[in-house]
């Protein structure tokens, strides 16, 4: 049977009878016929496009599902390398954290020999600046002794000299002999 089209029911003209159809009636149940069937052919061709677009999806979706084949093997890859980075970072963390507990312990341990050298070195300064202070001492008391001993002598040699002058000399008055070293007895008397 052929498939009749809505709008060929709309334009069909039936011929009249002596004896036919009421022509009201008939037209009536001819558009209401028309009408069903118009609903029933706009609901085929939007059924008739959502297979079409459903169809499309298919294809779309087996296009996609081959991408994701292809894709899987490669995205389970790239998994075990992101286990594998996630596992090495770990480990980098905790490496890094040992190094710095081991750079912080010498850094310490470097710090307390460098204050005991300090501490050394201070108490040999120390000890080398109350040395050179008791020597400083000690040649203070022998510049000391010898300037005494040095005034003491020349005193002595000039007292000599003195006395030899007055023995020998005859009556007359008694004259200073120059001397290089006369000047540091009239400073310190």
Known sequence: ?????????????????LRGYDREQTDALLGQVEASYERVWLEREELRAQVLQLQEQVRENDKLRAQLERIEPELEELRK???????????????????????????ESAVKRARK????????????????????????????????????????????IERSAALTAPEAEPRELPSPLGHLAKQDV
């Open 81 to 107: 390398v992101d286990q594998l980075l996630r596992s090495a970072l770990v480990s980098a963390e905790r490496t890094t954290e040992r190094l710095k507990q081991e750079a912080r312990y010498e850094a």
């Open 117 to 160: 050298r300090a501490e050394k070195i201070n108490r040999r300064a120390e000890s080398e600046r109350r040395r050179l202070e008791l020597e400083i001492e000690q040649l203070d008391a022998i510049v000391k002794r010898t300037k005494e001993s040095c005034r003491e002598l020349l005193t002595q040699a000039l007292e000599a």
């Open 1 to 17: 049977m052929p498939f009749i089209a809505p709008s060929e029911i709309q334009n069909t003209n039936l011929s009249t009878t």
